[in-house]
């Protein structure tokens, strides 16, 4: 059988078992499990080889049974980068690249500037603004180590610079004046978790689950931390724009702003340091 009517038959499996987008997700895995592109697989006349099919065949059942698409390719595309990804690191979503262009734009006019990811996971964030903004200085926490070494494995495949710390927050940021905070923290609440699809459960609970206070915490450090005139810039849950923006107003910064996404859901805040 040729790719194309390997992807057809596969397709059809993953749609009977209700998986969302079969045909992309038929041939993201088959170009994974082939070492090729997409494209290649309309043009391959070559069937696979016994062992490449019981390789194909795993991985359909397992995202039949709920395992995420990136979980089974190891790769995440973000803004113009490809991330490798695993379990037990929280996969980078397309709204956070909504995050990553707000804040590259809030340091347009600044050179060199120093930039601090939180909760940087496999690095999307940090690692996007070390590649579209090579003068400025990354620096990216998280207090999963796992998280950090896998990031720290992205920037060395990308050949990108990004100084990499484990710790919550802000804690490991002490010396230095950022120009620009930016994070996805976790914000999902704990009544929420049960009712999350199972792509999102299987990532990490620290990378969704919202500790309490974290905001303010997160609001309060960049407003002692940052220089004069610097901006923080979080993703939030599409319901909390408001109670998140009281929460910058508390901490004493200024030129609160909430940023829709391309569907016109809340899924930013932005906030400077008078
Ligand atoms: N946007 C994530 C989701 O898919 C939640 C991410 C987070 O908590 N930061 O639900």
Do not use: W
């Not at 194909?56 to 595309?77: D, E, I, S, Y």
């Not at 929420?192 to 997160?218: F, I, K, M, N, S």
């Not at 939030?236 to 910058?248: F, K, L």
């Amino acid at each position: 059988m040729r790719p194309a009517e390997v992807l057809a038959r596969a397709t059809d499996y993953l749609e009977r078992h209700d998986v969302e987008s079969p045909g992309p997700t038929a041939e993201l895995l088959l170009a994974s499990v082939l070492g090729t592109d997409r494209a290649a697989l309309y043009t391959r006349s070559e069937g696979l080889s016994s062992a490449e099919a019981r390789r194909f065949g795993r991985a359909l059942c397992r995202r039949c049974t709920g395992t995420p698409v990136q979980h089974l390719t190891g790769v995440q595309g973000f803004r113009h980068l490809t991330l490798a990804v695993r379990a037990g690191v929280f996969v980078p979503r397309p709204e956070t690249e909504i995050v990553a262009g707000i804040a590259i734009a809030m340091i347009a006019g600044r050179r060199s500037p120093v930039v601090v990811d939180v909760g940087t996971g496999a690095g999307p964030i940090a690692l996007a603004i070390a590649a579209e903004r090579p003068d400025a200085r990354v620096i990216a926490t998280d207090v999963s180590s796992e998280a950090i070494e896998l990031a720290a494995e992205n920037a060395e495949r990308l050949g990108l610079v990004v100084d990499f710390r484990v710790g919550d927050l802000l804690d490991p940021v002490r010396n230095e004046h950022p120009d620009l905070i930016v994070g996805n923290p976790p914000y999902v609440r704990a009544d929420e978790l049960d009712d999350l699809p199972p792509v999102v459960r299987a990532d990490p609970e620290t990378a969704l689950l919202e500790p309490p206070g974290l905001y303010g915490r997160l609001f309060r450090q960049s407003a002692q931390l940052l220089r004069t005139g610097g901006a923080v810039v979080v993703e939030i849950g599409e319901t909390r724009s408001a109670e998140v923006g009281r929460e910058a107003v508390a901490a004493g910064l200024t030129d609160v702003t909430t940023h829709p996404d391309l569907a016109g859901r809340d899924r930013v805040v932005s906030a400077v340091k008078p």
